[in-house]
C-alpha cells in the first residue's frame, strides 16, 4: 500500500498568513494527488486535483504543487473560513489512500 | 448540482449486518466510478471501496480491512449505491460517506453528507 505523510500534524496560524502542508508518499503517484478541506461534522470538500488543479469554485488563495513523491497545499493569505483540516489522497493506486491530516487552527 | 444522501447508519451489535444506502441525482448515475469512504470518531479519512461504471461492469475493489465482509452493489433502476456490511466489528465504527469521481481518472468531487454507523454490544 501507498503510504501518506502529511506535516505538520497541526498548524498554528493567524489571518493573513502563508500556510504552508506538505504530503509525502511511499513511492511515485505521478501527479494523481488531491487535497481535501474538511469542517467539523461535514463532508470534505475537494480542493485540488491532480495535484495543482484548482477545483471549480475554490478561491485561488489555494494552491497545489508537486510530482512523484512530494506535494505541497499553500493558502497564501490564510482567511477566518481557511481554520479546517486538510487531507491530501493519492488515487494512483488502489488501495486509495489518505493522509493523517493537517489541522490549520488559530494561533 | 450532484446530490448524494446517504441512509441506513445506526446501532448494530458486533458480529451483524448493516446496509447503507445512497440516493444519487445530478448526474448519469451510469457513468461515473462510485466509492464509499468512512471515518472513524475523531479520526482521519479511510478508504472503504470502489465500484467502476457500466462500461466496467460495476467491477469493485475494496480496502482488505473489510475485503470479504463489506459488498458494494448498485441498483440502477433506484439510482442507489448500497454498501452492505457484514460481521461487523467494533472497529468499522465511523461515519460512512457515499462519493462520485464525475471526471475519470480523478479525485472525490461529490461527497454524501454521511451516515453514522456504531458498532457496540
Known amino acids: 500500500d501507498i503510504q501518506m505523510t502529511q506535516s505538520p500534524s497541526t498548524l498554528s496560524a493567524s489571518v493573513g498568513d502563508r500556510a504552508t502542508i506538505t504530503c509525502r508518499a511511499s513511492?511515485?503517484?505521478?501527479?494523481?494527488l488531491a487535497w481535501y478541506q474538511q469542517k467539523p461534522g461535514k463532508a470534505p470538500k475537494l480542493l485540488i486535483y491532480?495535484?495543482?488543479s484548482l477545483e471549480s469554485g475554490v478561491p485561488s488563495r489555494f494552491s497545489g504543487s508537486g510530482f512523484g513523491t512530494e506535494f505541497t497545499l499553500t493558502i497564501s493569505s490564510l482567511q477566518p473560513d481557511d481554520f479546517a483540516t486538510y487531507y491530501c489522497q493519492q488515487y494512483n493506486t488502489y488501495p486509495l489512500t489518505f493522509g493523517g491530516g493537517t489541522k490549520v487552527e488559530t494561533k | 448540482e450532484v446530490q448524494l444522501v446517504e441512509s441506513g447508519g445506526g446501532l448494530v451489535q458486533p458480529g451483524g449486518s448493516l446496509r447503507l444506502s445512497c440516493a444519487a441525482s445530478g448526474f448519469t448515475f451510469t457513468d461515473h466510478y462510485m466509492d464509499w469512504v468512512r471515518q472513524a470518531p475523531g479520526k482521519g479519512l479511510e478508504w472503504v471501496g470502489r465500484?467502476?461504471?457500466?462500461?466496467?461492469?460495476?467491477?469493485?475493489e475494496y480496502a482488505a480491512s473489510v475485503k470479504g465482509r463489506f459488498t458494494i452493489l448498485r441498483d440502477e433502476s433506484k439510482n442507489s449505491l448500497r454498501l452492505q456490511m457484514d460481521s461487523l466489528k467494533t472497529e468499522d465504527t465511523a461515519v460512512y460517506y457515499c462519493?462520485?469521481?464525475?471526471?475519470?481518472?480523478?479525485?472525490?468531487?461529490?461527497w454524501g453528507q454521511g451516515t453514522m454507523v456504531t458498532v457496540s454490544s
Open positions: 462519493v462520485v469521481v464525475t471526471v475519470f481518472p480523478g479525485a472525490f468531487d461529490g
Open positions: 513511492q511515485s503517484i505521478s501527479n494523481w
Open positions: 491532480k495535484a495543482s
Open positions: 465500484t467502476r461504471n457500466k462500461a466496467k461492469s460495476y467491477t469493485t
